[in-house]
């Protein structure tokens, strides 16, 4: 089983923040994070745009009612970008984990005998 550990980190000054905000690592982590989360957030709307479609086409609702629901649920989402963007740039200093894995190069020797 796995040990969880937690960090105790202390309040942040608002130095630190501004610091964060002109590095430019920090600045492409915050971008990469705000466009992973502007797609997955854009992505939750497909399913009920897609039922939407669907309800228009088999006639159950009018196209003047399809396209007030679509308007409406398509600005609901990018309210929630917009929103997620700003309080992303004002309250939080992001730092992207990346990662490199390094793939070992055998002779077909080595592998033989490796086996």
């Given at each position: 089983?796995?040990?969880?550990?937690?960090?105790?980190?202390?309040?942040?000054?608002?130095?630190?923040?501004?610091?964060?905000?002109?590095?430019?690592?920090?600045?492409?982590?915050?971008?990469?994070?705000?466009?992973?989360?502007?797609?997955?957030?854009?992505?939750?709307?497909?399913p009920v745009l897609d039922?939407?479609?669907?309800?228009?086409?088999?006639?159950?609702?009018t196209e003047e009612m399809?396209?007030?629901?679509?308007?409406?649920?398509?600005?609901a989402g990018n309210d929630?970008?917009?929103?997620?963007?700003?309080?992303?740039?004002?309250?939080?200093?992001?730092?992207?984990?990346?990662?490199?894995?390094?793939?070992?190069?055998?002779?077909?020797?080595?592998?033989?005998?490796?086996?």
């Open positions: 089983m796995e040990k969880k550990t937690y960090v105790r980190r202390r309040k942040g000054k608002l130095s630190d923040h501004v610091e964060h905000n002109n590095d430019d690592w920090y600045k492409a982590s915050k971008r990469k994070l705000k466009a992973s989360m502007r797609h997955k957030i854009k992505r939750t709307f497909v039922a939407l479609d669907e309800e228009r086409k088999s006639g159950n609702i399809y396209k007030r629901m679509r308007s409406c649920a398509l600005n929630q970008i917009r929103k997620m963007e700003i309080e992303l740039d004002e309250r939080y200093n992001v730092e992207a984990l990346n990662y490199h894995i390094q793939f070992r190069v055998m002779q077909p020797e080595e592998h033989e005998n490796a086996g």
